[in-house]
């Protein structure tokens, strides 16, 4: 059989790559909280050459912040931007020494976040079975005549979500930043 592609699509601005560069100019991590029926999601994203580099680290249901404190510990991870909506998640896994801090949303971040992100090539390593498929499956949502509207499906979001905390984050604060 064929792939298909869908419709409609948020991300057209993405393409697989066989690693995560070692010399990234800078690298942050990005959780969502999940639990039940959806993932917690750990993504490490980078910056190098033009392009944002994406891994996935984490994409699991029923995990107490315990074990995600402890899979952070012992994967080496950095600085964390993790979901503001859960601020008792991120103080119990901050009391277990870990460097995590929330994203800053406000009206309209999810669209803020995916715009910021539309801005550069994104390099995601063949190993991120998860986010691809979030990739090729997010899409924007319709009107009753089957037109596009400006808002996605919140559906097959939760690397992505994890990817815009950080883009947000790192991105959206520097705006004036110029990048080498």
Known sequence: ???????????????Q????????????????FGYSNDPTS???????D???????????????NSE????????????????SAEPKSIEEIYRYGINIRGAEKGKDSIMYGITLLQEYPLKVTKRSTNL????????????????QINKPIDMW???????RYVAM??????????WA
Do not use: M
């Open 17 to 32: 790559v066989d690693h995560f560069p070692e010399d990234c100019k800078w690298i942050i991590y990005g959780l969502d």
């Open 132 to 147: 691809i498929k979030e990739l090729r499956n997010y899409s924007w949502q319709t009107d009753k005549e089957g037109k």
């Open 1 to 15: 059989g064929e792939t298909g592609i869908l419709e409609g699509l948020v991300f057209d601005n993405w393409q």
């Open 50 to 64: 033009g392009a944002l580099y994406i891994d996935e680290l984490l994409y699991q249901t029923g995990l107490t």
């Open 157 to 163: 979001n939760h690397a992505i979500d994890a990817l």
């Open 68 to 83: 995600i404190a402890n899979f952070i510990k012992n994967n080496n991870i950095g600085q964390i931007i993790a979901d």
């Open 42 to 48: 750990i993504v490490k994203l980078g910056y190098y």
């Open 169 to 178: 984050y790192q991105i959206g604060r520097k705006q004036q930043f110029v």
